[in-house]
T-cell receptor, first 111, second 116 residues
């Protein structure tokens, strides 16, 4: 079963605009991670935010976490065509050694 | 470039056949996990191996099995293939620890399996 649910499922914006993706999860977490996947390829780890953090930055990425609402958002600023990909949030399952992924947001940046 | 390599990249099998997918972990990583990703879906955890022992399994039937070798490379075997097994199979490696505590895992590029 999916832990996270990303919203929107698909997002199309113009190059240079900001892109915001949201993720909701169901159980308590220790951390939440965001991954990127280019079409049909492997997952690349982008950023991890711990449950005691509210915001984290990495380059053009900004992640927020609201544990009271069980939600996180990923903001990509000044988007580029190369940012076109699917983005997934994932949480670590406490009982089993696994990541639980949402269904992802497909982001398209139009030049 | 994550240092995790998978083979083959693409393959086509017939329903009922068996398939073996291979993965070489990033150097020094003793933990490998496998995920199945159907088209348009997020990855689903199949199982994980730590120092050659299976130490976690997702909701997959026994016809999905695996091995981890002393050099920490790994295989995923699927018997009696079904059409629904068509997916991208991702291998991921890490240096032990718990993903719950924030241990970073590194994914390979995946193996595309098509069952016809």
């Amino acid at each position: 079963s999916q832990q996270g649910e990303e919203d929107p499922q698909a997002l199309s914006i113009q190059e240079g605009e900001n892109a915001t993706m949201n993720c909701s999860y169901k159980t308590s977490i220790n951390n939440l991670q965001w991954y990127r996947q280019n079409s049909g390829r492997g997952l690349v780890h982008l950023i991890l935010i711990r449950s005691n953090e509210r915001e984290k930055h990495s380059g053009r990425l900004r992640v927020t976490l609201d544990t009271s609402k069980k939600s996180s958002s990923l903001l990509i600023t000044a988007s580029r065509a190369a940012d076109t990909a699917s983005y997934f949030c994932a949480t670590g399952d406490q009982g089993a050694q696994k990541l639980v992924f949402g269904q992802g947001t497909r982001l398209t940046i139009n030049p | 470039e994550t240092g995790v390599t998978q083979s083959p990249t693409h393959l086509i099998k017939t329903r009922g056949q068996q398939v073996t997918l291979r993965c070489s972990s990033q150097s020094g990583h003793n933990t490998v996990s496998w995920y199945q990703q159907a088209l348009g879906q997020g990855p689903q955890f199949i199982f994980q191996y730590y120092r050659e022992e299976e130490n976690g399994r997702g909701n997959f039937p026994p016809r999905f099995s695996g091995l981890q070798f002393p050099n920490y490379s790994s295989e995923l075997n699927v018997n009696a293939l079904e059409l629904d097994d068509s997916a991208l199979y991702l291998c991921a490696s890490s240096l032990g620890g718990s993903v719950y505590s924030g241990n970073t895992i590194y994914f390979g590029e995946g193996s595309w399996l098509t069952v016809v």
